[in-house]
Structures are given as C-alpha cells and as structure tokens.
C-alpha cells in the first residue's frame, strides 16, 4: 500500500523558515514526478512545487523565490525547504505524485504569525 507521510511543520514568525520531509513508498518514488501541495482552512488544495525524477523543478508564482523543493532518491524522500514565510503561507502542506495519483497522507501544519 501506498504510503505518504509528511513532517517538519511548526508555528513561525513571519521571515522565518522550515523545512518539510515527505517519505513515500519506493514503488511509487523513483519514477514519479513528486509534488509538494498545501491546503489552507476554506481553500481547495493548490500546488506549491514539483520536482520531476530527472530533477526539474517548477515552482507556483506565490512561492518562487522563497521555497526550495529537492528530493533524495536513495532516501525516497522529497523535501521543501520554506523561506521568508508570510502569513499567507499557513496551510496544511502535503506531498503526492504530480498529477497526485494516491490517497493523501496527514499532512503537517505550517503556520506563520506574529
């Protein structure tokens, strides 16, 4: 069974930083298209950044410049390391295939406030 599972999301400052992990199952890993996706209260889930296996990386206007996706193919893990946060950031961030082919993981909570 597909597994996705998302961590490294706190409560930061605006300015601040983080950096997510994503672990996914092998099998769907290695030859997929990764993406990172996030979902704040009241909005449909927009993607933020995806990373191809050969790795291009394609970023959404509202975070180019600020989040940094990279994955480790030898760790099946895909990260996405956030800087100079806004509040407009703060969602449920999740990780899938790109287009997200499986069942959503947990997701982990960013929250950017002062």
């Known amino acids: 069974q597909v597994q996705l599972v998302e961590s490294g999301g706190d409560s930061v400052q605006p300015g601040g930083s983080l950096r997510l992990s994503c672990a996914a199952s092998?099998?769907?890993?290695?030859?997929?298209?990764m993406g990172w996706y996030r979902q704040a209260p009241g909005k449909q889930r927009e993607g933020v950044a995806r990373?191809?296996?050969?790795?291009?990386?394609i970023y959404a206007d509202s975070v180019k410049g600020r989040f940094t996706i990279s994955r480790d193919n030898a760790k099946n893990t895909v990260y996405l390391e956030l800087n100079s946060l806004e509040p407009e950031d703060s969602a449920v961030y999740y990780c899938?295939?790109?287009?997200?082919?499986?069942?959503w993981g947990q997701g982990t909570q960013v929250t950017v406030s002062s």
């Open positions: 899938n295939t790109y287009p997200a082919l499986y069942p």
């Open positions: 092998g099998s769907i890993f290695s030859i997929n298209t």
């Open positions: 990373i191809s296996s050969g790795g291009i990386r």
